[in-house]
């Protein structure tokens, strides 16, 4: 076969052009936009399709050499929850395959879609164009319902029965660690010759250790601070409230770490947290924690590096993650990651080596393990090293090149299919 030369990837609900950390955007953004650059540095022409969100949007948006972000109008711009998403996926699908229409035959050589709403328009482009389909889930509803956070919406049957469809459909799946492959396999019945671990990575020329007392002052922290730093979308899944509820605890047991305590929150209201875009402001107060607390908007992934690169520690006490990039990130400028022994975090952190894992979501128990880091210096500077080694086995680079040779096998194995 000829090597790759173009390709269409679909996402959907959240454009890689969005800001990380608000609304629908995060880790996925970054993986979509990231590996876009890698496989287009390798030659090959990415098409990006994604929902316009606004008529200001032009339909065609170059976000790099060979990348183009296609905004495909599907639906009202605004005021469109995810939720209401799938009543616009014939209208989107629809538009897709207009696009290769006007293009001469074969113009794509294969589809890789990402979330399960992108994999079902996927599937029909792939049925459609004859070519091989790709699927990153991302997220997964039975995983997600299994571990509901507190208050949470559980996802609907129909996101299930979707997932199940495009695994069903999906030439291969690409999963992000091999606990993911095994819930593809267990949960949704995938072929385990068809799923492939391809780890997601981090640019460590953004996210690298930085000069801890410039870059406090340049944020306004203080030089001696314990900085407890939560970065991500604010919604129940990434548990936000339980650092704050476990910062209660520590000082209560410590109430002298209390003047050098400081906790920024990065990030805006997501998902469920829309519904309730005041809650954790309100946690904080209720907690008597306004003085130490403070909420920072999303920012660029250069400031966010500077922020990581400023904590004492990077507390991740999600839930669920199906890979836990802001850890992988957070130990890339050398900052010790606290992080739920969950999904991807698993994999991402290495237990007293680059970080510690908790068990469960328990304030008293999150508690100690800050404290440990907080207060034993020793543990705390091999960590840092520990964390800079961790964040060596990720890269983007690599991510691009497994990515490419999963693309190359579905399509040998949809050519043997068919012959």
Same mark, same amino acid.
């Given at each position: 076969m000829d090597p790759i030369?173009?390709?269409?990837?679909?996402?959907?609900?959240?454009?890689p052009l969005d800001?990380?950390?608000?609304?629908?955007?995060?880790?996925?953004?970054?993986?979509?936009?990231?590996?876009?650059?890698?496989?287009?540095?390798?030659?090959?022409?990415v098409d990006i399709f994604t929902r316009a969100t606004s008529s200001a949007l032009e339909p065609l948006v170059a976000a790099g050499d060979g990348i183009t972000v296609r905004h495909v109008h599907?639906?009202?711009?605004?005021?469109?929850?995810?939720?209401?998403l799938p009543g616009q996926l014939c209208v989107f699908a629809r538009e897709v395959l207009r696009t290769e229409a006007a293009q001469p035959l074969g113009h794509y050589d294969a589809v890789h879609s990402h979330y399960w709403l992108s994999g079902q328009v996927g599937a029909l482009a792939?049925?459609?164009w004859g070519v091989p389909l790709v699927h990153s889930m991302h997220t997964m509803a039975k995983v997600k319902n299994a571990a509901l956070a507190v208050g949470d919406t559980p996802e609907p049957a129909a996101r299930i029965i979707g997932e199940e469809q495009v695994v069903e459909a999906a030439d291969m799946l690409i999963a992000n660690t091999d606990l993911e492959a095994t819930q593809l396999v267990e949960l949704y019945g995938a072929d385990p010759g068809c799923v492939e671990v391809v780890h997601p990575g981090v640019d460590l020329t953004v996210f690298r250790p930085h000069d801890r007392a410039a870059t406090r002052r340049e944020l306004g922290l203080p030089a001696d601070a314990h900085v407890l730093l939560f970065a991500g979308r604010i919604q129940p899944l990434k548990a936000p409230d339980v650092l704050l509820r476990a910062v209660a605890v520590l000082l209560d047991r410590r109430p002298g770490l209390r003047a050098r305590m400081v906790v920024p929150v990065v990030g805006g209201p997501s998902g469920s947290g829309l519904d309730r875009p005041e809650s954790l402001a309100a946690l904080a107060t209720e907690l008597g924690l306004d003085d130490v607390v403070r909420f920072v908007p999303p920012v660029s992934q250069a400031d966010l590096a500077r922020w990581y690169a400023a904590a004492t520690l990077v507390a991740v006490p999600s839930y669920n993650e199906s890979f836990g990039l802001v850890a992988a990130e957070a130990q890339a400028t050398g900052t010790p990651v606290v992080a739920a022994a969950v999904g991807g975090l698993t994999t991402v952190v290495r237990d007293r080596h680059s970080g510690l894992l908790v068990d469960g979501h328990d304030a008293g128990v999150w508690a100690s393990a800050l404290g440990r880091v907080l207060e034993d210096d020793?543990?705390?500077? +091999?960590? *840092? #090293?520990?964390?800079?080694?961790?964040?060596?086995?990720? +890269?983007? *680079? #690599?991510t691009a090149r497994r990515t490419l040779e999963v693309y190359e096998r579905a399509r040998s194995a949809m050519r043997e299919s068919v012959s």
């Open positions: 030369k173009r390709l269409a990837m679909i996402s959907l609900h959240t454009s800001q990380p950390g608000t609304g629908d955007a995060g880790g996925m953004n970054v993986y979509v936009i990231e590996v876009a650059r890698r496989l287009a540095a390798r030659g090959i022409e599907a639906g009202p711009f605004e005021g469109l929850t995810k939720a209401e792939r049925d459609r020793g543990l705390r500077v +091999s960590l *840092e #090293a520990g964390a800079l080694e961790q964040a060596r086995q990720f +890269s983007w *680079e #690599a």
